[in-house]
């Protein structure tokens, strides 16, 4: 159980997430949860580091060289926005890039960058709650904080489908989980006429900061909640200015180091945002449906949240409000966040705000007991809905994914590109599952474009590709041309009415990669990706390229003629 020791009845709070004693990053005492946590987060990252790439990879096998593709060109010195079109901020590329160094370009690069970066956001969110006092809580925030990040699946879906599509939005939801957990405890802790450091604010700034320039949705929700909370938080004028300079503090602090490094590109940036904002509104669903386990745990957190100051004297109307407002917020954001993401079901905002709820005694230090149930009960339903359902997934798929790799080492199906591919391995799809995006279908069509641009081309010339995700100059360790998006998601990073000019789009390339879907019936979004490229940039491609060869897979093209005046739409 989380700790839940009662309030002092009128002095300053010294529990569960709402004191503030020794500051952000400091306690007092090491308990024995400390311990556990140090231990249980060594666990998960040295299980990241061994399995490196979790495989075989399944449904989302392409996936991977969106990470891999956007970290190799960070590391040769591109920079996003300003050499090539990106839809997201710089964050999870430098992380990945991190990653990449660390492992020698090796595709297990990605597992180090998230033992790395998952046991830093996890140390982030377990101080942030341990100097509040609750040691239980920070543990359990700190352990699910590594878990989110670490486990090698995109979130909803099968925990043993292997795979790395949309690994932002697990650093996203972490982030967003250490603004929820240090806007709970200004919440709380605030009464008026008490004096509150600005460290937790500052936090809290550079963490909407690194939302911001991970995915900027994450930053427009995120915003909002923290202002609801601290407008609310009946602190008194003084401690509200103090909080509003802390976070803009620490947002423009961290916003001013990523400016350098975009080099202060500022309209790129913000043209792409607005291109894929324009883009988006087009596959937006602003109505989707939620699973019943996540239906559940909003309903449980209202309960607890309305159960938590149930009965007690007007003067913790105050409170109550408060807590059924942080329910109401997370609940809000966590559907926010869904519709915006390519994701399917879970909720992991659910899981802290579990945490949060589950630590917070009552003002007056009485147990909260329902009707026919033990005083422990309630708290132990909130986290066993809320969290163990998440914890005991990502734990299944990390557990799973090391015991897959002895296996690994005696595959067949592998890439013909003994620079990188060695690491990676395929997941084999059968029947209505086979795509040309996954398994034994996408190893042939990589396979054939390798051999293709090693007949035509030189191991200096870099490859810009009409597919979603781009392989080649990885996997063949060829200098990155300029140009060309991040990735190339049709209504959802471009579209027909907003997209980059076919001068900034084909950039420096000196050969273009056209990839052909043919399996009736399949691969309807890669073929529609296919389809807008060719409506949007090919009348350019035509005019300034010429067909090299065209094989099963590919059509291969080689510039010309340069771009000048009066060729861009």
């Given at each position: 159980?989380?700790?839940?020791?009662?309030?002092?009845a009128g002095?300053?709070?010294?529990?569960?997430?709402a004191a503030?004693?020794?500051g952000?990053?400091?306690?007092?005492?090491?308990?024995?949860?400390?311990?556990?946590f140090?231990?249980?987060?060594?666990?998960?990252?040295?299980?990241?580091?061994?399995?490196?790439v979790a495989?075989?990879?399944?449904?989302?096998?392409?996936?991977?060289?969106?990470?891999?593709?956007n970290?190799?060109?960070v590391?040769?010195g591109q920079?996003?926005?300003?050499?090539?079109?990106?839809a997201?901020?710089?964050?999870?590329?430098?992380?990945?890039?991190t990653?990449l160094?660390l492992?020698g370009l090796?595709?297990?690069?990605?597992?180090?960058?998230?033992?790395l970066?998952?046991?830093?956001l996890?140390?982030?969110?377990?101080?942030?709650?341990?100097?509040r006092?609750?040691?239980v809580?920070?543990c359990?925030?700190?352990i699910?904080?590594?878990?989110l990040?670490?486990?090698p699946?995109?979130i909803?879906?099968?925990?043993?489908?292997?795979?790395?599509?949309m690994?932002?939005?697990?650093?996203?939801?972490?982030?967003?989980g250490?603004v929820m957990m240090?806007?709970?405890?200004h919440?709380?802790?605030?009464?008026?006429?008490?004096?509150?450091g600005t460290?937790?604010?500052i936090?809290t700034?550079?963490?909407?900061?690194?939302l911001a320039?991970?995915?900027?949705?994450?930053a427009?929700?995120a915003?909002?909640?923290?202002a609801?909370?601290?407008?609310?938080?009946?602190?008194?004028?003084?401690?509200l200015?103090r909080?509003?300079?802390?976070?803009?503090?620490g947002?423009?602090?961290?916003?001013?180091i990523?400016m350098?490094?975009?080099?202060?590109?500022?309209?790129?940036?913000l043209?792409d945002?607005?291109?894929?904002a324009?883009?988006?509104?087009?596959?937006?669903?602003?109505?989707?449906?939620?699973?019943?386990?996540?239906?559940?745990?909003g309903v449980?957190i209202?309960?607890?949240?309305?159960?938590?100051?149930s009965?007690?004297p007007?003067?913790?109307?105050?409170?109550?409000?408060?807590?059924?407002?942080?329910?109401?917020l997370?609940?809000?954001?966590?559907?926010?966040?869904?519709?915006s993401?390519?994701?399917?079901?879970?909720?992991?905002l659910?899981?802290?705000?579990?945490?949060?709820?589950a630590?917070?005694?009552l003002?007056?230090?009485?147990?909260?007991?329902?009707?026919?149930?033990s005083?422990?009960?309630?708290?132990m339903?909130?986290?066993g809905?809320?969290?163990?359902?998440?914890?005991?997934r990502?734990?299944?798929?990390?557990?799973?994914?090391?015991?897959?790799?002895?296996?690994?080492?005696r595959?067949?199906?592998?890439?013909?590109?003994?620079?990188?591919?060695?690491d990676?391995?395929?997941g084999t799809?059968?029947?209505?599952m086979?795509?040309?995006?996954?398994?034994?279908e996408?190893v042939e069509?990589?396979?054939d474009?390798?051999?293709?641009?090693?007949?035509?081309?030189?191991?200096?010339?870099?490859?810009?590709?009409f597919d979603?995700?781009?392989?080649f100059?990885y996997?063949l360790?060829?200098?990155s041309?300029?140009?060309g998006f991040?990735?190339?998601?049709?209504?959802?990073?471009?579209?027909?009415?907003?997209?980059?000019?076919?001068?900034?789009f084909?950039?420096?390339?000196?050969?273009?990669?056209?990839?052909?879907?043919?399996?009736?019936?399949?691969?309807s979004?890669?073929?529609?990706?296919?389809?807008?490229?060719?409506?949007?940039?090919?009348s350019?491609?035509?005019?300034?390229?010429?067909?090299?060869?065209e094989?099963?897979?590919?059509?291969?093209?080689?510039r010309?003629?340069?771009?000048?005046?009066?060729?861009?739409r």
């Amino acid at each position: 159980m989380l700790e839940t020791p009662p309030l002092s009845a009128g002095g300053d709070d010294r529990s569960g997430l709402a004191a503030d004693r020794g500051g952000v990053f400091g306690f007092s005492q090491l308990r024995r949860s400390d311990v556990v946590f140090v231990v249980a987060l060594a666990a998960v990252c040295g299980l990241s580091v061994f399995i490196g790439v979790a495989g075989p990879l399944g449904s989302f096998t392409h996936d991977i060289f969106f990470l891999l593709d956007n970290a190799y060109r960070v590391v040769l010195g591109q920079v996003p926005g300003g050499d090539f079109s990106s839809a997201w901020g710089p964050i999870m590329y430098l992380i990945d890039a991190t990653g990449l160094m660390l492992s020698g370009l090796r595709p297990a690069g990605l597992g180090y960058a998230n033992a790395l970066f998952g046991a830093l956001l996890a140390i982030w969110a377990f101080l942030i709650v341990r100097s509040r006092g609750s040691s239980v809580s920070a543990c359990a925030v700190g352990i699910y904080t590594v878990l989110l990040i670490a486990a090698p699946f995109p979130i909803g879906n099968n925990p043993v489908d292997f795979g790395y599509a949309m690994l932002y939005n697990r650093y996203g939801y972490a982030l967003f989980g250490i603004v929820m957990m240090e806007c709970a405890a200004h919440a709380l802790a605030a009464r008026a006429g008490v004096r509150h450091g600005t460290g937790g604010a500052i936090s809290t700034g550079i963490a909407v900061g690194l939302l911001a320039f991970l995915k900027i949705s994450y930053a427009m929700v995120a915003i909002p909640f923290v202002a609801v909370l601290a407008i609310c938080a009946g602190a008194g004028a003084g401690d509200l200015r103090r909080r509003f300079l802390g976070l803009c503090g620490g947002f423009i602090t961290l916003t001013v180091i990523v400016m350098c490094y975009l080099r202060f590109d500022v309209i790129d940036m913000l043209r792409d945002l607005a291109t894929a904002a324009t883009a988006r509104r087009v596959s937006l669903e602003p109505l989707r449906p939620v699973g019943i386990l996540d239906l559940v745990q909003g309903v449980i957190i209202f309960i607890f949240a309305g159960s938590l100051f149930s009965g007690e004297p007007a003067v913790d109307r105050a409170s109550r409000f408060r807590w059924i407002l942080f329910a109401l917020l997370t609940v809000g954001a966590g559907y926010l966040l869904f519709i915006s993401n390519q994701q399917v079901e879970t909720f992991p905002l659910n899981g802290y705000a579990a945490i949060v709820l589950a630590a917070t005694p009552l003002a007056t230090g009485k147990a909260m007991k329902w009707p026919g149930f033990s005083s422990n009960f309630p708290r132990m339903l909130l986290v066993g809905l809320c969290v163990l359902p998440f914890c005991i997934r990502n734990v299944m798929s990390l557990a799973s994914a090391a015991l897959e790799w002895p296996k690994l080492q005696r595959v067949d199906v592998s890439l013909a590109s003994p620079e990188r591919g060695a690491d990676l391995v395929f997941g084999t799809a059968r029947g209505s599952m086979k795509t040309g995006i996954m398994g034994v279908e996408y190893v042939e069509a990589l396979n054939d474009g390798l051999a293709l641009l090693r007949r035509h081309s030189g191991p200096r010339d870099g490859v810009l590709t009409f597919d979603e995700f781009n392989p080649f100059n990885y996997l063949l360790d060829r200098p990155s041309p300029r140009g060309g998006f991040a990735a190339t998601a049709y209504n959802y990073v471009f579209c027909d009415a907003a997209h980059p000019t076919a001068e900034r789009f084909y950039g420096n390339a000196s050969y273009v990669m056209v990839r052909k879907y043919t399996r009736e019936g399949q691969d309807s979004v890669e073929k529609g990706n296919i389809l807008g490229l060719m409506r949007i940039y090919g009348s350019a491609l035509r005019s300034h390229f010429t067909v090299v060869e065209e094989t099963d897979h590919w059509v291969l093209w080689h510039r010309v003629e340069a771009f000048g005046e009066g060729t861009t739409r």
